[in-house]
Structure formats: C-alpha cells, structure tokens
C-alpha cells in the first residue's frame, strides 16, 4: 500500500452503522493502519479503482495522463 501525501483541506462526515464501524476497525487493525481516517481513504482508494477510477497523486502532471501530449523536444504541447 502507498500513501499519498497530499494537501487535505476538504471534511466529509459519514455516519456509519456499528456494524460497519466494527468491520472498518477489525480491516484497520489487520493492514496496520494509523487511524480510521487512513483507513477510509485507502478504502476509498480501492473502492474507485475497482471501479476504473484513478486518483492522480500529488508528484504526478496532467501530462502523465496524456491530456497534454509530450513533443519530442521536451516541451509540452
């Protein structure tokens, strides 16, 4: 697992059932996670990914994306 580190500035409040809350510790407690919130975000992170969705980390360009496309000179274009 790789943690991102990236500017939070943005709160999202969820309410959860215990159920939910028990299971979400019990899957911390076995990756060895820092917090709940770590957890959630890893989480997170799995969950848009199984769904074909990537989260661009903080290093990464628009340019790894190819939506500017690299030119042969090393300018983008």
Excluded: C
Excluded at 31 to 56: D, F, N, W
């Amino acid at each position: 697992m790789v943690e991102m580190y990236r500017e939070r500035n943005e709160r999202l409040q969820i309410m959860v059932s215990p159920e939910e809350l028990r299971a979400l510790d019990d899957w911390r407690f076995l990756k060895r996670m820092p917090s709940r919130a770590s957890a959630v975000r890893e989480l997170l992170r799995r969950g848009l990914r199984s769904e074909g969705v990537e989260i661009a980390e903080a290093h990464e360009k628009s340019s790894d994306f190819g939506i500017i496309e690299k030119r042969t000179d090393g300018k983008q274009s």
